[in-house]
Each structure stands twice: as structure tokens, then as C-alpha cells.
């Protein structure tokens, strides 16, 4: 039985495509891994004086600072439980999703897989 290439997948847009979506999710995961290290210092009550919980916040602030006054801190016998990074993570997240998706809708795409598609999409 052989197998036939979906011409959607051999385009010369594919390549460029694919590097551009790595690259999304790559700077999503670098953003997510520091907003984690953020929520998980302050949870723990780490020392802010500390060097590498001042470095942590200080490189989160830029990401974190939209979302600061969304919700209030729930503070826990010296640990906050900040909300606002959760939603910071949730929202950088969505926005990474979003252009990915952008980005796919760009593909080449044959007749059929477009007609199967679109009628998949009937409501």
C-alpha cells in the first residue's frame, strides 16, 4: 500500500511555517518558566534581597505589570499567592495559541482538504 503526500504538508511555505511556530511556543515556554519560578518564590516566601529571587522578579516585572492590579495578593504567613502571575501565564499562553493558529492559516491547503474542512465546519 503506498502512501501519498497531502500537498498541504510538501509547500515551500511549510518550512517557514513550521520554524515560525517553533519559535512561538519556544518563547512562550522561556516566558511561562520564569512567570513559574515568579508565582513558586513569592508562594514560598523566598527572601526578595535574595540575588536570584531579585533577579527572577525584576526580569518578570516587564511580563507580570499588565495584570498587577487585576486581583488582589492573598497573603499566607509571609507567602503571597499572587493571582495576577497565574493569569499573566494564562493570557501569554492564549495570545501564543492565537498566533500559532495565525500562522497555520497561511498553509497551503489542496481543494479537497479545504472542502473537507469547511464541511466539517457546518453547524
Known amino acids: 500500500m503506498g502512501t501519498t ?3 498541504s504538508y510538501t509547500s515551500s511555505s511549510t518550512k517557514p511555517l513550521y520554524r515560525g ?7 512562550l515556554s522561556i516566558i511561562e518558566v520564569l512567570l513559574a519560578f515568579r508565582f513558586a518564590l513569592k508562594l514560598l ?8 529571587t531579585s533577579f527572577i522578579y525584576e526580569i518578570t516585572y516587564l511580563f507580570a505589570s ?10 499566607i504567613q509571609g507567602s503571597v499567592f499572587e ?3 497565574l493569569l499573566a501565564m494564562f493570557v501569554y499562553w492564549m495570545i501564543a495559541v492565537g498566533v500559532v493558529n495565525m500562522f ?5 491547503v489542496s481543494t479537497p482538504e479545504a472542502a473537507e474542512k469547511l ?4 453547524v
Not at 68 to 75: A, D, E, P, Q, R
Not at 104 to 108: G, K
Not at 119 to 122: C, G, L
Open 21 to 27: 511556530t517553533q519559535i512561538i511556543w519556544y518563547i
Open 119 to 122: 464541511s466539517n465546519q457546518d
Open 45 to 52: 516566601g523566598a527572601n526578595p534581597d535574595a540575588g536570584f
Open 66 to 75: 499588565p495584570f498587577l492590579s487585576v486581583f488582589g495578593k492573598t497573603y
Open 104 to 108: 497555520l492559516m497561511s498553509r497551503t
Open 83 to 85: 493571582w495576577t502571575t
Open 5 to 7: 503526500m497531502n500537498s
